[in-house]
């Protein structure tokens, strides 16, 4: 009933992608469960040198024969002045004395190469690629698709999705202001781009001839009828499935999701220097309140990362970066597969009871 011309195009039996959650949740497991189960797994690997990236996928692949892909973040040039940088390291001082950490840590912001990453991806025929803040350069569009390779970007807005239409995206994740984790914006302020998924999908789709796939706050059959209906091929579904078995989100993590409420995410630029939803915690409740200039992405997400590291070894959530969307109510600690069998049959009895016509 759900089989469409882009699943088809990824050879899915479902169009249900599982989103690239960089950072950890999106281990070799994860992916493949949710490729074996008929969706298309995908490996967050924005954070993972080249070295990690290939065996990972090799990971993948002794565990699934079937599709699945991979997610970069388009580079992207910060540079801060030292004295918001010593600010800031001083500012955070005071949470690595509580956590019992060295103070003044040396600041390593390097990115892993992005040309490596590609050249890695290139080596290991990923089927499918998709990227995160902004357009890759036009020669790395073109080599993958060169090999066969379908590339998706990230829009936020209208106008990112036409002009990633023009690069040559073979598709277009809609990522609407519910989903959790980083704002995928790259055109306008991300403040200024925070349109709800139910009013983004339909505008993108009328404006682009390329598929487009509905993402943030999906989290079931209900989501998956309805983004269908508005004329996206597939919905990315993550907060579905960070507190599931394969998921390599921490234990405090997953605890924390899944007694959290719809109301208790907001979007901030505490943790890595770039607007992304998560959990309310104590560290973005006291960072609200600090009057210096947060250093932007990906230097402030360096800054933190000894105090994110440090704060899940001793299971303390409140300085952790919980990342989520707002349909975190519904997520679940069952398996992928079976997370996603949910799914499918709820939209199908959707179907069923509601839009079918009687004789």
């Known amino acids: 009933m759900f089989e469409n011309d882009f699943t088809r195009r990824l050879n899915i039996q479902f169009p249900i992608i599982q989103a690239p959650m960089a950072g950890g949740p999106t281990t070799a497991e994860l992916v493949a469960e949710v490729s074996n189960a008929g969706g298309l797994g995908s490996l967050g690997a924005a954070y993972l040198k080249p070295e990690k990236l290939r065996n990972t996928i090799q990971e993948i692949r002794q ?30 001082n005071k949470y690595r004395v509580e956590l019992g950490i060295k103070e003044n840590p040396p600041i390593d912001s390097a990115s892993e190469s992005f040309d490596e990453q590609i050249q890695v991806l290139l080596d290991e025929s990923i089927p499918v690629v998709s990227f995160t803040f902004g357009i890759p350069p036009k020669e790395v ?14 829009a936020t807005t209208v106008e990112e999705a036409k002009q990633l239409e023009l690069a040559g995206a073979d598709a277009i994740v809609a990522q609407g202001s519910e989903a959790g984790g980083h704002r995928g914006s790259f055109l306008k302020n991300a403040a200024d781009s925070l349109v709800g998924t139910m009013a983004l999908v339909p505008q993108i789709v009328d404006q682009v001839s390329v598929p487009v796939i509905a993402s943030g706050g999906i989290m079931d059959g209900r989501g998956l009828v309805a983004s269908l209906a508005l004329g996206a091929v597939a919905v990315q579904m993550g907060t579905a499935f960070l507190a599931s078995v394969k998921s390599g989100a921490h234990p405090i993590y997953k605890k924390t999701l899944l007694s959290a409420n719809e109301d208790t995410t907001v979007v901030t630029r505490a943790y890595s220097g770039k607007p992304a939803r998560g959990i309310q915690t104590t560290f973005i409740k006291e960072m609200e309140q600090y009057a210096g200039a947060i250093p932007a992405f990906p230097i402030q997400n360096a800054m933190t990362r000894d ?14 970066s919980l990342w989520a969307g707002q349909g975190l109510r519904l997520a679940s600690e069952h398996p992928a597969a079976a997370i996603i069998k949910q799914t499918i049959s709820q939209a199908h009895a959707l179907v069923e009871s509601r839009f079918r016509t009687k004789d």
Do not use: W
């Open 141 to 154: 569009i073109q080599a993958l698709k060169d090999q066969g390779t379908t590339v998706i970007g990230t």
């Open 63 to 92: 565990l699934t024969e079937l599709p699945f892909g991979v997610n970069l973040f388009v580079p992207e040039e910060a540079a801060e002045s030292p004295d918001i940088i010593e600010q800031m390291t001083s500012h955070l």
């Open 307 to 320: 105090i994110r590291q440090a704060a899940a070894q001793s299971n303390n959530p409140e300085y952790m």
